[in-house]
C-alpha cells in the first residue's frame, strides 16, 4: 500500500496527499542546455522538437517571472528543482507498475480495462509520464487520437508538429517558456472532422516524486464539425515544501468544432501555517481558429498553494463562441489569481464569463480578466459576471475585470458582486434541522450552481462533494 | 418525572427583545397535544418576535423566562435542535437561497430533522412529490431555487410543504395567511389539518378571521405590548372583528410594563 503521513488531520483534510513508494529515475536537478538535450533523449524525440525546447530556453532566460499577479511568494529556485522523474519500472517499458496502479484506483481512476471508468477515457499521468491510456480500442474506431504527448510525437507527428506552440508560442510568457523547454509529458488528442466523441476523455495529473516540478503539456486538436468534452483532476502528496507545477493547455477548434474542457484542481495547498503545496503556475489558452467553433472553460480550483491562471479564448473565427465558468475556493493560507481573457477578433463573437470566488481563513482569491474586441469584430457581445463570497473577516477578495473595446458595436455586460453568507440563510436552514456546518456548504454549493451545472454529472458529485470537504473547519 | 399532564408547549414570563429594546414583556402561553390556538394582535406587538424567540434567531435576547417543549427546555438548543425536537416556524418572510433547489433544502432538512433512511432516493422523491400535489404545488417548482422569484403565495406554500415533510409536532405559522388568494388558503388549511391531530400542537398567528374559519382555534389570543392581554375562546376573534383592539388596552398600564 502506499505509505500514509501520520497526521491524521491532514488526511482527512486531504485524502489524496500520501505518497507512492516507487523508485522513480531522476535527472539532477538543475536547469540548462544538457539537461533539455537529456530529457529529450531521454524521450527519443526528433530533432524539431528538441530545438523547440531550446528556443524556448533560450526565451525563458531573456524573461522575467511575472510579478503583477496578487500572490506572494519567496523567490523560487529554478536550479533548485529536478526537471524529469519518472518510475523506473516505466522506463523499462514494462505493464503499469502495480504500485502506480493502486495509486490511480485510490485515487478513484482503475486503469485496469476490465474495471476503467464507464464512459471516460483516462490519460493517467504520474509525475513526468504518462503511465496509461484507457479504453483506446474504442478511440480508435472513430479515429480519434488520445495517448500520452509523447507517444503523439511517435505516431502523429505531423500533427504534433503543426500544432504545437501554435496557440501558446514557445515564448508567450515566463512559464509558458519554462514549460516549453521542459515540458515531460501529458495528453495529446486529436478529433477527426465530423466526429463526436463517444467517450468522455480525461487527464489525471498526479505528482509523487519530492523534489520535482511538473510540467506537463497538453494539446487538443478538434477538427471540422467535431465535437469532444475533456475532463482534468490532479491531486499530489503532502509535503513541506512547495512544488512547481506549470503546464501549457493548447485547444485549437476549426470550423464548427466544439471544445469542452473541465478542470477539477485539487493539489496540496499546505497547510494551515501555509507550509508546502503546489505553485499551480498554468497556461490555458484555447483557439476558436474556425467559423462557428466555440470553447468552454470550466474550472474548479480547490487545491494549491498558490494559483495563477487564465484559461483564455481566442475568438477568431466568426461567430466563434468562448466561455469560462470557474470556481476558486480558497482558504487559509491560499493564494489565487485567476480569471480568463477573452480575445474577441472575429465577427459576431461571443462569450460569456462566469466566476465564483470564495474566500475563507486568511486566504487572497483575485478574479482577473480581460475582454477585448478587437476592430474587426463586429457586433462581438460578451456577458460577464463575477462574484465572490467571503467567509469570515481574514480573508481578501478582489476583482480587476479589464475591458478594452476597439469596436463600438460590441455589447459588453458586467455584473459583479461581493457577499457574505446571510445569517438569515443560515438561520433558515437551521430552523429546519440543518446544522450550520452542512448549511453554509449548502449554500455556497447553490452559489456555485452555475458554474457546476457546467460540469459532467459525475464530476458535479465530486465537485460538490470536495467543495464540502474543503469547506469543512473553514469557519473560524 | 411528574404524572401531570405536560402542556406540549409552555412559556412562562418570556422577556425577548432585539437591538436592546424589550419586545416581549412577561410573555405566559400554554398549548396542549392536540389543540389549535391562534394569536392576534396588531402590527408590531411583538408575534414574529415570539415565532423567531421560539425558534431561536441568533439577533433575539431572551432576558428572562423559560420555555419548554414537551417538557424540555428550549432556550438552551441551538435552532436545528430544535427543529429536531418537532417545533416548526412557517415564516412570515421566508428568505431565499439561490441556487439551491428545492430538493435539495427538502433533503438536508428531512435528512436532518427524520433521519438519513428517510431521504433514499426514491422513497424521498416520491413522498415530495405527492406532498407537492396535495398542496397544488407544480413540479417545475422543486428544481428551482428555494424561494427565489416566488411569488408570495408560493413561498407560504412552500413552507406548508416544508412543514409536512418534516412532520413536527409543535407549529408556528407566522401569518400564513397573509396574501393568500382563496384557493391558497384553502391549500394551506388543508396542510394544516392534515399536521394537527392528537399529538401535535399548532399556533396560527394572523389578523384575520377567514383562516380560523378553516383552522377553527380551540383557543384565542391577544397580544399587546409584549404581553397576552386576553385569551379566550373561538367568539373572541368575532368580538375583534367587531371592535378593534383599542378597548383591551388598559389606560392606566405603564409602557414600560
Ligand atoms: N431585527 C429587529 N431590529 C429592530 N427592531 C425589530 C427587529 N425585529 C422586530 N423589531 C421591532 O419589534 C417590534 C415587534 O415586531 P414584530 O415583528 O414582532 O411584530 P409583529 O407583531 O409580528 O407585527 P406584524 O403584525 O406587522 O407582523 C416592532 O416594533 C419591530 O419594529
Ligand atoms: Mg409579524
Known amino acids: 500500500m502506499p505509505e500514509l503521513p501520520s497526521d491524521n488531520k491532514l488526511i482527512r483534510d486531504y485524502a489524496h496527499g500520501f505518497v507512492t513508494p516507487v523508485e522513480e529515475e531522476v535527472v539532477p536537478p538543475g536547469l540548462n542546455e544538457d539537461i533539455i538535450r537529456l530529457i529529450s533523449r531521454k524521450k527519443e524525440e526528433p530533432d524539431w522538437l528538441l530545438e523547440f525546447r531550446l528556443r524556448a530556453f533560450r526565451a525563458w532566460q531573456r524573461k522575467t517571472e511575472p510579478r503583477w499577479a496578487l500572490v506572494t511568494y519567496p523567490p523560487i529556485d529554478y536550479q533548485a528543482i529536478r526537471y524529469y522523474a519518472a518510475p523506473r519500472s516505466l522506463s523499462a517499458g514494462q505493464a503499469v507498475d502495480p504500485e502506480i496502479a493502486r495509486t490511480f484506483e485510490r485515487l478513484g481512476i482503475p486503469l485496469d480495462e476490465r474495471r476503467r471508468l464507464e464512459g471516460v477515457a483516462v490519460d493517467a499521468v504520474f509525475d513526468s509520464v504518462s503511465v496509461a491510456t484507457t479504453h483506446q480500442k474504442i478511440l480508435e474506431e472513430h479515429g480519434i487520437v488520445f495517448c500520452s504527448f509523447s507517444e503523439a510525437v511517435r505516431r502523429v507527428p505531423d500533427l504534433v508538429r503543426q500544432y504545437l506552440g501554435s496557440v501558446v508560442p514557445p515564448g508567450d510568457n515566463f512559464f509558458a517558456a519554462l514549460n516549453s523547454a521542459v515540458f515531460s509529458d501529458g495528453s495529446f488528442c486529436y478529433i477527426p472532422a465530423g466526429v463526436r466523441c463517444p467517450l468522455e476523455l480525461s487527464t489525471y495529473f498526479r505528482i509523487n516524486a519530492a523534489g520535482t516540478g511538473q510540467f506537463e503539456r497538453t494539446l487538443l486538436i478538434a477538427d471540422r464539425d467535431s465535437h469532444v468534452s475533456y475532463l482534468e483532476g490532479c491531486t499530489a502528496p503532502i509535503r513541506d515544501e512547495n512544488q512547481l507545477h506549470a503546464a501549457v493547455v493548447e485547444l485549437v477548434a476549426l470550423e464548427g468544432a466544439t471544445i469542452k474542457y473541465s478542470t477539477v484542481q485539487n493539489w496540496y495547498p499546505g497547510d494551515e501555517q501555509g507550509r508546502g503545496g503546489i505553485y499551480n503556475f498554468v497556461t490555458k489558452r484555447g483557439d476558436c481558429r474556425g467559423a462557428r467553433s466555440r470553447i468552454s472553460w470550466t474550472q474548479v480550483e480547490v487545491g494549491s498553494a498558490i494559483t495563477w491562471k487564465y484559461p483564455s479564448c481566442l475568438l477568431r473565427g466568426d461567430d466563434s463562441v468562448g466561455e469560462f465558468y470557474s470556481v476558486a475556493f480558497t482558504n487559509r493560507k491560499m493564494q489565487a489569481d485567476t480569471g480568463t481573457k477573452m480575445i474577441h477578433v472575429g465577427r459576431r463573437t461571443r462569450s460569456t464569463i462566469v466566476s465564483k470566488g470564495i474566500s475563507a481563513g486568511e486566504s487572497v482569491n483575485t478574479y482577473r480578466g480581460l475582454v477585448q474586441i478587437h476592430p474587426a469584430a463586429e457586433r462581438a457581445r460578451n456577458h460577464s459576471q463575477c462574484d465572490s463570497l467571503l467567509i469570515g473577516d481574514r480573508c481578501t477578495a478582489n476583482t480587476f475585470p479589464v475591458v478594452e473595446s476597439d469596436n463600438p458595436t460590441a455589447v459588453l455586460e458586467h455584473e459583479a458582486t461581493t457577499s457574505r453568507i446571510s445569517e438569515d440563510q443560515l438561520f433558515y436552514l437551521q430552523s429546519r434541522g440543518v446544522d450550520p456546518e452542512t448549511a453554509r456548504s449548502l449554500i455556497v454549493n447553490g452559489f456555485c450552481r452555475e458554474v457546476f451545472k457546467q460540469l459532467p454529472m459525475e464530476f458535479a458529485v465530486e465537485a460538490v462533494k470536495l467543495l464540502e470537504i474543503k469547506m469543512e473547519g473553514s469557519i473560524g | ?257
Request: aromatic share 4%; hydrophobic share 45%.
Open chain 2, 1 to 257: 418525572m411528574t404524572n401531570a399532564p405536560q402542556p406540549l408547549l409552555q412559556i412562562e414570563g418570556l422577556r425577548a427583545g432585539v437591538g436592546g429594546r424589550e419586545i416581549l414583556r412577561g410573555l405566559d402561553l400554554e398549548i396542549a397535544a392536540g389543540e389549535i390556538h391562534a394569536l392576534m394582535g396588531p402590527n408590531g406587538s411583538g408575534k414574529s418576535t415570539l415565532s423567531n424567540v421560539l425558534m431561536g434567531h441568533p439577533d433575539y435576547e431572551v432576558g428572562a423566562g423559560r420555555v419548554r417543549l414537551a417538557g424540555e427546555d428550549l432556550l438552551e438548543l441551538s435552532p436545528e435542535e430544535r427543529a429536531r425536537r418537532g417545533l416548526f416556524l412557517a415564516f412570515q418572510y421566508p428568505v431565499a437561497i439561490p441556487g439551491v433547489s428545492v430538493v435539495q433544502f427538502l433533503k438536508a432538512a428531512v435528512e436532518a430533522v427524520r433521519g438519513r433512511e428517510s431521504v433514499r432516493a426514491a422513497a424521498f422523491l416520491r413522498e415530495l412529490r405527492e406532498t407537492a400535489a396535495f398542496l397544488e404545488i407544480g413540479e417545475i417548482f422543486l428544481n428551482r431555487p428555494i424561494n427565489e422569484g416566488f411569488s408570495g403565495g408560493e413561498k407560504k406554500r412552500m413552507e406548508i410543504l416544508q412543514m409536512l415533510m418534516l412532520r413536527p409536532r409543535m407549529v408556528v405559522l407566522d401569518e400564513t395567511d397573509s396574501g393568500l388568494d382563496i384557493d391558497a388558503l384553502k391549500v394551506v388549511a388543508r396542510g394544516v389539518q392534515r399536521i394537527a391531530g392528537p399529538s401535535a400542537g399548532v399556533l396560527v398567528i394572523t389578523h384575520y378571521e377567514r383562516i380560523l374559519n378553516h383552522i377553527p382555534p380551540h383557543r384565542v389570543h391577544i397580544l399587546l405590548e409584549g404581553r397576552i392581554a386576553r385569551s379566550g375562546g373561538p367568539e373572541l376573534v368575532a368580538e375583534l372583528e367587531r371592535r378593534g383592539y383599542d378597548w383591551l388596552r388598559e389606560p392606566s398600564a405603564a409602557p414600560s410594563g
